[in-house]
């Protein structure tokens, strides 16, 4: 079966068996705000208030995928790009309708 969500968008990789889901992010930091600011190539783009110093910038990300997924801060991991803009995550127990709410923000 095709997983609807996973197959709206790229950036978007699940693996139900483990609870699992993968986000390609692509992240501006130091910007006005912090929010989804759509798509870049194949990753969401997300725009982090922090500056990327001392590693803010990637503690203000996972606090925002850990509230925008409801889950708790403890199931979201930086998996990849702790030094570039070009980053993987990993959020454990992330529930379909916040990933879908997620998937609104970036075509908005």
Known sequence: MVDPVASAAPWIHRD???????????IQPGASRTG???????????RIH???VEGEAN????????????????????????????KTVEVRGAAPAALTRLLQASAA
């Open 36 to 46: 989804v600011a759509g798509v870049h190539g194949d990753r969401l783009k997300l």
């Open 50 to 52: 922090a500056r990327p």
């Open 59 to 86: 503690r203000e990300l996972l606090r925002f995928i850990a509230d925008t997924l409801d889950v708790a801060l403890r199931d979201v991991t930086l998996v990849r790009g702790a030094s570039g803009r070009s």
């Open 16 to 26: 139900p068996a483990a609870g699992l889901v993968t986000l390609d992010l692509h």
